[in-house]
């Protein structure tokens, strides 16, 4: 009998820990899912002040929202610039962090045209280079030459392949950014790369309807390939 009580009592006390565990887990949870939305809505209001609250009290600067977007992918994407450059000088921050699509900060203040948030990305060794889609595709994508202009000079590879070997001047003749293409080629990028279905950039102006942008460029690879010069009007 006597076994039996201490065993029995052991057993109780263990249920009634655990039971007190799960309690407390239960009341915390909410508080910590009221915490991170808190500090997620900071982000996007630019809420400098709030956030850097939040990091002084323990907050993981590379949280994640509910769709798997880190903080600093959402200032990107918000251009919230001061709680940016908050989380890029934060050791703990992991500049490189990418969303479930592949996308990181400043892939994201490229497409934006946020050349102050690039900046402070890069004046912290952010990764110019990405395998596969770039900051430079991106910024070429919206025709920001500004942005693509501080890429290149920070020695992003201009003829960087996408997946299926897109480059970032298809991007921009896709979009018909006359002065992207321009500055591309201005920098050295090759227009007579093509793709894995083996579209030039020319080739995309065209598809995509950019009439201006694909007899420019077409100009452009005619007189290299028959080795005149250049019209006035072409891409160059």
């Given at each position: 009998m006597k076994n039996f009580s201490i065993a029995s009592t052991k057993t109780s006390a263990r249920a009634a820990l655990a039971g007190v565990f799960l309690a407390a887990c239960a009341i915390a949870h909410p508080a910590w899912a009221d915490s991170v939305d808190s500090l997620i809505k900071a982000v996007k209001f630019d809420d400098v002040s709030s956030v850097k609250k939040s990091l002084a009290q323990g907050a993981d600067p590379n949280t994640v929202d509910k769709t798997g977007t880190p903080l600093l992918l959402i200032a990107a994407?918000?251009?919230?610039d001061k709680v940016g450059q908050l989380l890029a000088e934060n050791p703990k921050t992991d500049l490189e962090k990418q969303d479930p699509a592949g996308e990181n900060a400043m892939m994201l203040a490229a497409l934006n045209g946020d050349a102050t948030f690039v900046n402070a990305l890069i004046a912290k060794d952010a990764e110019v280079?990405?395998?596969?889609?770039?900051?430079l595709h991106y910024a070429a994508t919206n025709g920001h030459d500004d942005v693509v202009?501080?890429?290149?000079?920070?020695?992003?590879?201009i003829d960087a392949g996408s997946p299926n070997g897109t480059t970032p001047l298809m991007m921009a003749a896709r979009g018909g950014h006359l002065s992207t293409c321009k500055l591309l080629l201005d920098e050295g990028a090759d227009l007579r790369i093509k793709n894995q279905i083996g579209m030039t950039a020319a080739d995309f102006a065209t598809k995509y309807n950019e009439k201006d942008v694909a007899e420019g460029l077409q100009a452009r690879l005619n007189s290299m390939q028959g080795g005149a010069a250049p019209s006035a009007n072409s891409a160059k």
């Open positions: 994407r918000e251009k919230s280079n990405k395998k596969g889609w770039t900051p202009k501080i890429l290149l000079d920070h020695s992003a590879y």
